[in-house]
C-alpha cells in the first residue's frame, strides 16, 4: 500500500483490523484493475461469427402486439448492440428456474437503465403467453421476454444442451439421456452493413467450477451474490427460491 494514500477510521477501530484492512483494501484495488483488464481484453475480441439465420421470436411488436420478431429487428436505431439472456424456464418446467428467476427479479430493475445503451431481451422456451403470465405473476415492468419455442436460438447459442459434445457432457456431469435448458448470456452486436456477429457469451457456465462455488457465470451483473460478498456471512450455502 502506498504509504502516503490516505485512509479512512471509524469509531473504535483497532489497530489491527486498520492494518488488515488496508491491505485488504490494496488487494480490492488490484482487483479493480484487474476487471478493468479483462473488459478491455473482451472489449478488444475479434470479429465473432455471423448469426447463421435471422432467428423468428415470439413476443410484444413495437405496435404492442403479438407476433413474430425477427432477431434483426430487435436492434433500435442508435443501439448496435443486444444483449439475450436464456433463462430456465422451458415448457416441461412447473416453475421458472429459481436462480434465473432472482437474477431476473434485479434485471428488471436494471432494464430501464440498461436500454439507455444497448439493446436487452429475455428469451426461454416455454410459449410467449406463459412468459406473460410469468411478468405479470413477478411484477415485471421493464424486461422484453420472448419465446424461442419455435427456433433453434437456444440449441446454436447453448441455451440448452442439445448442441453440447459428449465431452462437455462429461465434464458438465449431464445423466445419460438428460437434457436442460440453460441459462447463458449472449451479446451480438450489429456491423455498418447490417452484419450481426455474436460477441461474447458467458461461458463461465461451460466449465468446470471452482471447489466449492458455482459456476458464477453472471456474477459481474448479479447484485445478490455481489452484495453476500461484502458481509461477514459471505455466500454460505444460500439458494434463491422463487418463493420464500
Not at 434483426?72 to 421458472?96: D, H, I
Not at 426461454?124 to 419465446?147: E, I, M, N, T, V
Request: proline letters at 7%; aromatic letters at 10%.
Amino acid at each position: 500500500m502506498n504509504q502516503s494514500l490516505e485512509h479512512l477510521h471509524f469509531p473504535n477501530e483497532s489497530t489491527s483490523y486498520r492494518q488488515a484492512r488496508n491491505a485488504l483494501l490494496q488487494e480490492e484495488m488490484e482487483l479493480r484493475r484487474h476487471i478493468e483488464r479483462v473488459a478491455q481484453q473482451r472489449r478488444a475480441l475479434p470479429k465473432g461469427g455471423e448469426i447463421p439465420e435471422d432467428y423468428v421470436f415470439e413476443g410484444k411488436r413495437p405496435s404492442g402486439r403479438t407476433g413474430r420478431l425477427k432477431l434483426s429487428e430487435l436492434f433500435a436505431p442508435g443501439k448496435e448492440t443486444l444483449a439475450v439472456y436464456s433463462f430456465m424456464f422451458g415448457p416441461e418446467r412447473a416453475e421458472p428456474c429459481p436462480g434465473c428467476t432472482h437474477f431476473l427479479d434485479g434485471l428488471d430493475g436494471a432494464a430501464l437503465h440498461i436500454c439507455q445503451r444497448i439493446n436487452l431481451v429475455v428469451v426461454a422456451k416455454s410459449p410467449f403467453k406463459r412468459l406473460q403470465d410469468l411478468a405479470k405473476q413477478r411484477g415485471w415492468q421493464h424486461l422484453r421476454l420472448l419465446s424461442t419455442a419455435d427456433n433453434t436460438y437456444d440449441r446454436d447459442y447453448y441455451g440448452d444442451s442439445t448442441a453440447l459434445s459428449e465431452a462437455m457432457r462429461d465434464q458438465q456431469e449431464f445423466k445419460p439421456g438428460e437434457e436442460w435448458d440453460m441459462p447463458i448470456l449472449n451479446v451480438f452486436r450489429r456491423e455498418e452493413d447490417g452484419t450481426i456477429r455474436h460477441f461474447w457469451a458467458s461461458e463461465l457456465l461451460y466449465v468446470p467450477a471452482e471447489p466449492g462455488q458455482e459456476y458464477r457465470h453472471n456474477d459481474l451483473v448479479d447484485p445478490l451474490w455481489n452484495m453476500f460478498d461484502v458481509t461477514p456471512e459471505g455466500r454460505g450455502d444460500f439458494q434463491p427460491k422463487v418463493k420464500y
